[in-house]
């Protein structure tokens, strides 16, 4: 089992920044690739990007491309989605997830834990 908690949401304006973080707890952290989702209100919960077992390949979709970095801290047992530039588009609430597979997982059902969200709101 393993327990994720995202931290960091909140208001910002249009073109600035933001850090948030997801704290893991119960198996082995590095066992698992980390994604990054978003969720905005009656829309589909989308995949952001992810980021391998060592930290050292991410993946991103387009809408976030340069603007959007993963991270991840084995030894802290934590992963981070910095987000720069950011837009009311941006506007969701942000989950992180756990998936086991290796390569490029799209689909929230390919992850194994969640985390409960945290909220991120981009002002104009």
């Known amino acids: 089992q393993v327990q994720l908690v995202e931290s960091g949401g909140r208001l910002v304006q249009a073109g600035g920044s933001l850090r948030l973080s997801c704290a893991a707890s119960?198996?082995?952290?590095?066992?698992?690739?980390m994604g990054w989702f978003r969720q905005a209100p009656g829309k589909e919960r989308e995949f952001v990007g992810i980021?391998?077992?060592?930290?050292?390949?991410?993946y991103y979709i387009d809408s976030v491309k340069g603007r959007f970095t993963i991270s991840r801290d084995n030894a802290k047992n934590t992963v981070y989605l910095q987000m720069n530039s950011l837009k009311p588009e941006d506007t969701a609430v942000y989950y992180c997830?756990?998936?086991?597979?290796?390569?490029?997982?799209?689909?929230?059902?390919?992850?194994?834990?969640w985390g409960q969200g945290t909220q991120v709101t981009v002002s104009s």
């Open positions: 997830a756990a998936t086991s597979r290796y390569g490029v997982s799209y689909y929230y059902t390919e992850y194994n834990y």
């Open positions: 980021i391998n077992r060592s930290g050292g390949s991410t």
């Open positions: 119960g198996r082995t952290f590095s066992s698992y690739a």
